[in-house]
């Protein structure tokens, strides 16, 4: 984790993530994190019942479901789910990398995917 005052290269950080998912904090900012997340794979489908939750696209592109729409985030775009919306992400191609920022103390809950 990065300390205040100190630059964190994200390019960097992101070609040393490996593994099938791997999510973690890179700062926190009073009440929030700031996480760096890469996807080989989908991950499950979840809400977060006490927190928005911020994705900015770093590398290649994230796949965002909700229950009524799906959003491709590429490196550079921005996209915010709401507290208590089901979702679940996943690549688009071999590897995504993704920044989130979110309540540290946020809970994640499983859920069941939705009906089409």
Known sequence: MSEPLEVLDLLRRAKELSGNYQNI????INDH???????TEQYFWHLHPDSDETFLGLEGTVILELNDRRIELSAG????VP??????????DARSVNLTIERADMTTVKVEEPLS
């Open 83 to 92: 507290k208590g919306v089901k979702h679940r992400t996943s690549p688009s």
């Open 25 to 28: 904090v890179l700062a926190r």
């Open 33 to 39: 994190v700031v996480r760096i997340s890469q996807m």
């Open 77 to 80: 775009q921005m996209f915010t």
